[in-house]
């Protein structure tokens, strides 16, 4: 499970790693105390339904892993808070937001169509 993107939040470009470190601090979240399943049907069916209640929550969520995994790669200091995060998120673009979940679940194995073909989709949906 890797993969990396830099976003410019917080005012400065940070960089998020998707990888083992994000990976646990992701469970930590969605899990909630409960005994974390790195079973990977059980945490993605977990993302889906947080997304599905409240998609800004989960993308707040997975850039807070997402810098963490960076942190605990180049050190071992939390850069942000995920109260930080929740204030930055605010400022993002629809397509920063679709940038950080596609390369999230590229580190998880799927591979999501590119935005313009989703775009495509919409408008020859709305066509219809």
Known sequence: MTGIIKLNIGGQE???RFN???AIE???IIYNGEQAN????DLLNRIMKLN???HYLLVKTLIYAGL???DY???FTKTATAEQVGEWISELSGEEIYSVWNTFWSSMGVDLPAIQELEKDS???KKN
Do not use: C, H, Q, Y
């Open 26 to 28: 992701l469970a930590k």
């Open 68 to 70: 963490i995994g960076n």
């Open 52 to 54: 599905e209640e409240n």
């Open 38 to 41: 790195f079973e990977t049907e």
């Open 123 to 125: 408008v020859a949906e």
């Open 20 to 22: 083992n470190f994000s």
């Open 14 to 16: 940070r960089t998020l």
């Open 73 to 75: 790669v180049v050190g």
